[in-house]
């Protein structure tokens, strides 16, 4: 099985000016996010950037990254940019890896990759773990997701689902929350960000609610490892640097 992973990186953000290019321990976090996706079993790894920047960060340590345009409304969208600059084929498979995940584990990379590889009826694949914490299932950062019996997902959702009408049965059933990585087809990521938005991402804001609204299917791979988590602030960039210090 081959697959390439593609990491979309945008220098701004409103919580953390500069994130890609944040220090880690001496390398800046989009080279970080690189080396954890190297170590995977991807025949390529390329950072899709918005500026030249990041770009010639990379470069300095060896990264493969190519520059996208900077009107990209999403990830999706400047990783079916990069699918074309790179001229994959498509049915090539591509792993969306978030460009905030230096701790990412290359073993999700890989499973998310075979996920997909392996249901070649599926439009998607993508990732999920448990929810053991209260706080945790109640909050809308965590995206939960419900699976048919077959391990697609049903529906995404910032609220908690599924809901346990009768608490006796509460423990029959458990909340899975949503791991923000994806795997494609090239094919079809071209053909994703062409379609319309669906009312239910527009009302989540979760933008893989699109594939389920058009008719498509999103293949899970459940983990019971719940991944490190990401950097979208201060503090979260504080905790991974002390992780590098460790």
């Known amino acids: 099985m081959r697959f390439t992973a593609l990491i979309p990186a945008r220098l701004a953000s409103t919580r953390l000016p500069n994130k890609p290019l944040a220090d880690i321990a001496g390398l800046p976090m989009i080279v970080r996010v690189a080396q954890q996706a190297a170590r995977s079993a991807a025949a390529q ?11 010639q960060v990379c470069a300095a340590h060896g990264i493969h990254a ?12 400047r990783l079916a940019e990069a699918c074309r600059i790179l001229q994959l084929p498509a049915d090539e498979i591509v792993v969306n890896v978030q460009g905030d995940e230096p ?81 494609y087809r090239e094919g079809f990521i071209q053909q ?27 293949a899970m791979h459940v983990t019971a ?9 201060p503090a979260d960039l504080e905790r991974v640097r002390m992780h590098f210090k460790t």
Request: charged content about 10%.
């Open 66 to 77: 190519i520059l996208t345009a900077s009107s990209h409304l999403s990830g999706s969208d």
């Open 225 to 233: 490892n719940a991944p490190a988590a990401g950097v979208d602030t």
């Open 103 to 183: 701790l990412i584990a290359p073993e999700l990379i890989n499973s998310v990759a075979q996920t997909l590889h392996s249901h070649p009826n599926a439009a998607m694949a993508s990732a999920a773990c448990p929810i053991n914490d209260a706080a945790e299932l109640a909050s809308p950062h965590a995206v939960k997701v419900v699976l048919n019996q077959a391990q697609y997902a049903l529906y995404f959702s910032r609220s908690p689902l599924p809901y346990p009408r009768d608490a006796a049965l509460a423990a029959l059933h458990h909340t899975l929350r949503h791991i923000g990585i994806y795997a």
């Open 192 to 218: 994703f960000t062409q379609m319309a938005p669906a009312p239910l991402e527009q009302i989540e804001s979760l933008e893989q609610l699109r594939a389920l609204w058009h008719g498509h299917t999103i």
């Open 45 to 55: 790894v390329v950072v899709a950037a918005d500026d030249a920047q990041i770009v």
